[in-house]
């Protein structure tokens, strides 16, 4: 069983940054691939960004490639999201994954609660 809590969110302008971080208990947190998804509102939950178990590999929604950037730290257990020129349409709940295999939610064995971003104009 993983839990995982974020943090990090927040409301900031348009181009501005922001930097989550999900913190997860177990033991068995450096085993599992990671990832980000986001959901806004009226809209389904959407994959961002995914790892792999060491950091080596990294996935990004074509949506903010080159804008976020994911990355790991497995003595701390926690993933982080790095946003830089943040866009109002960035706006959404951005959730923490465990054990993702793919882009789809379906691929994702637990879920965080979840940090609200909003990016004004």
């Known amino acids: 069983q993983v839990q995982l809590v974020e943090s990090g969110g927040g409301l900031v302008q348009a181009g501005g940054s922001l930097r989550l971080s999900c913190a997860a208990s177990g033991r068995t947190f450096s085993s599992y691939p990671m990832g980000w998804f986001r959901q806004a509102p009226g809209k389904e939950r959407e994959f961002v960004a995914r790892i792999n178990w060491s950091g080596g590999s990294t996935y990004y929604a074509e949506s903010v490639k080159g804008r976020f950037t994911i990355s790991r730290d497995n003595a701390k257990n926690t993933v982080y999201l790095q946003m830089n020129s943040l866009k109002p349409e960035d706006t959404a709940r951005y959730y923490c994954?465990?054990?993702?295999?793919?882009?789809?939610?379906?691929?994702?064995?637990?879920w965080g609660q979840g940090t609200q971003v909003t990016v004004s104009s």
């Open positions: 994954a465990a054990d993702v295999r793919g882009s789809s939610t379906r691929t994702v064995t637990y």
